[in-house]
């Protein structure tokens, strides 16, 4: 399954699981697994905290302070630090499916995670059956 996501601003998490779970159950799969892909050098995936949106806010701050902005950087773009955030996040993520259901944590979400934004993005889901 593919989708697409239109970000608002140049960094922002939005909160993908439900998506990720209608691919599972649209695949039909009870159990194996869901990868999720996104296909971009300027945004990546995490797992992390879905209940407080303080932690989206914390981690945001966290990225900009250890990937700050810098005229130092030689890419021409000028969006080498968007680059770092994509490269220490990762471009997907894999999770267990169990009776049709991710096997997230209580308090887990998957995010798509923008670093370059506004874009539109592409995200990919595999369901793999075991």
Known sequence: MQFTISTEREAQ??????????AVEESGISTGFAVVFVPHTTAGLTINENA??????????????????????RHSEGNSHAHLKASAMGSSVTVIVESGRLKL??????YFCEFDGPRRRQVYVNVLGS
Do not use: C, E, M
């Open 13 to 22: 998490f939005i909160n993908i699981t439900d998506l990720v779970q209608r």
């Open 52 to 73: 407080d949106p303080d932690v989206v806010h914390d981690i945001l701050l966290g990225l900009d302070r250890a990937f700050p902005k810098s005229p130092a950087y």
């Open 105 to 110: 944590g209580t308090w887990q979400g998957i």
